[in-house]
């Protein structure tokens, strides 16, 4: 009985691997399709995203029964009660990558970021991916180090984010107020999908230690062998 109990634990672990692998693949491709003004992908991923929001209720349901048979406590009550939350951080994610392709269809045939953006925009999408690649690591590895790292990573997110304000802001946007309304929504897609890769590698820091990671510090090893000490 306790073996097909971790066995469900684990499986769990397993869902939530799997979403962040589907949405950090998600955010990469609405990337493409965003730059591309490619229609046929943009459907295939705001079809996809069906997968992401079955695979988070299946979650939740195991998780909830599991709460119900097994009772768990301490460390696995800890597994359970955050893996729901970091359920919800990737069903988030993959709405957000699903809003960069619906963004590329309603402009389609037309491109929804100006020419002089693009590599602004490719750079945010390249970023949303590694942060989730990373994230997806983290739950597996369960390392509070590369948990606490990615919040650190975020910080060329929130860069990103301001350069493409700079350009909305410069008295040469030549661009229009449609566009100008894209490219904000746009930033704001990025920066949330970022911030979501933060909040569950921030959950797997409070799995593990028990804290928050706002309130976790690491331990510093003592210096040794050292010169003259």
């Known amino acids: 009985m306790r073996d097909a109990y971790h066995e ?3 499986s769990i672990g397993d869902g939530l691997v799997e979403m962040a692998r ?3 693949s998600a955010i990469g491709r609405a990337t493409t399709a965003i730059l591309d003004s490619d229609l046929k992908l943009a459907e295939s991923i705001i079809e996809a995203d069906k997968k992401v929001d079955d695979l988070q209720h299946d979650l939740e349901a195991r998780a909830i029964a599991l709460l119900a048979r097994q009772q768990p406590v301490a460390t696995d009550l800890r597994i359970v009660v955050t893996s ?3 359920s919800a951080d990737l069903e988030r994610s993959g709405d957000l990558a699903q809003h960069v392709a619906k963004l590329a269809r309603l402009r389609f045939p037309e491109r929804a970021v100006p020419h002089d953006l693009h590599s602004t925009v490719l750079e945010m999408g390249q970023l949303a991916q590694r942060l989730m690649a990373k994230a997806a ?8 180090d590369l948990a606490l790292q990615l919040e650190q990573d975020d910080d060329e997110m929130d860069l990103l984010h301001r350069t493409l304000f700079q350009h909305l802001l410069d008295d040469k946007w030549k661009h229009g107020i449609e566009t100008a309304v894209d490219v904000t929504l746009l930033g704001r897609y990025y920066e949330r999908f970022a911030d979501h890769a933060v909040s569950v ?3 797997v820091v ?3 230690t028990g804290e928050h990671a706002d309130d976790f510090t ?3 090893q003592p210096v040794t062998g050292v010169e003259g000490a």
């Not at 983290?138 to 509070?144: A, E, G, N, R, W």
Request: hydrophobic share 55%; aromatic share 4%.
């Open 206 to 208: 409070f799995l593990v």
């Open 22 to 24: 589907l949405v950090g």
């Open 8 to 10: 469900e634990l684990d």
């Open 84 to 86: 729901l939350r970091m």
């Open 218 to 220: 690491p331990e510093i």
């Open 137 to 144: 690591e983290v739950i597996i590895t369960k390392d509070v």
């Open 201 to 203: 590698a921030k959950r």
